[in-house]
């Protein structure tokens, strides 16, 4: 992997500004997404810790979900809602990525923002009134991004016309892969050792595992209607791992 594969992630996934000569590719996006996902997670966790201190859990809730969103442009929710609109109602292929190209973003995509915006604030909340409950928030956002990471794999197919899809496709080799995934395992495990012990350790492992399976599924049913995958549908599958690696560990926290 380049050295400017972090950089290459950062100036895509973040709104952070950094220089075009430190970025001249999309090759390291997808590889050191994880990274980017560590960064955001450790702000959204400490900026959620500090408001449910000094106001309430629920702030804290609504702000640990609203500096990932402002950090990266809202581009994972965009996502998310188009790729609701393309693959919630019953259209063909062609009909599909047409939709998910326009600008706008129709009624389904905007109930599905809204509630996946709702059950992930309801969570933390749930989390931040929790001893230690900030770290599943963390955590959740680290697996959102590992979940993108998948779509950069040797074979995984790209819909029609998805320019960011091409540009990223092969870019992740299965050994990193392995590697990314074993390295978010321990650094969750480490954490939950710290501060939930066994059982927050067997929490949020699950948890992560629930959110990776959930974004699998977004992403098979994407490439069964679209083709493949697509910008949109990385951004959906990013933010229902968040959603689903939150909901498992509100469930289960100790």
């Known amino acids: 992997m380049r050295w400017t594969g972090p950089f290459e992630s950062a100036a895509l996934l973040t709104a952070l500004p950094v220089p075009a000569r430190l970025a001249p590719s999309t090759r390291g996006v997808l590889p050191w997404a994880p990274l980017v996902g560590l960064v955001l997670g450790g702000l959204a966790a400490g900026v959620a810790v500090l408001f449910a201190d000094v106001v309430s859990p629920l702030v804290g809730a609504v702000l640990a979900v609203a500096v990932p969103a402002l950090l990266t442009r809202g581009l994972h929710l965009d996502g998310l809602a188009d790729t609701a609109d393309g693959l919630g109602p019953l259209r063909d292929r062609e009909r599909a990525l047409q939709v998910m190209h326009q600008g706008d973003v129709g009624p389904f995509g905007v109930v599905t923002v809204v509630l996946t915006l ?32 998948r779509t950069g794999l040797p074979g ?23 590697a990314a995934v074993l390295a978010v395992a321990a650094l969750v ?17 699950g948890s992560g595992a629930a959110g990776l399976l959930a974004a699998e599924v977004v992403h098979r049913r994407a ?20 959603a ?11």
């Open 244 to 254: 689903v690696t939150l909901l498992t560990a509100a469930a289960l926290w100790p």
């Open 156 to 178: 995984v197919a790209v819909a029609a016309g998805s320019s960011l899809g091409r540009a990223v496709a092969g870019t992740v080799s299965r050994a990193w892969w392995v």
């Open 189 to 205: 495990t480490g954490g939950a050792l710290l501060v939930g012990g066994l059982t927050g350790v067997v929490v949020l492992l």
């Open 118 to 149: 709702l059950l992930q604030v309801s969570c933390a909340a749930a989390l931040l009134s929790a001893d230690g409950g900030w770290l599943p928030l963390w955590s959740a956002v680290l697996v959102a991004r590992l979940a993108m990471v």
């Open 223 to 242: 490439t069964v209607r679209l083709g493949g995958t697509t910008g949109d549908v990385m951004g959906a599958m990013g933010e229902v791992a968040t």
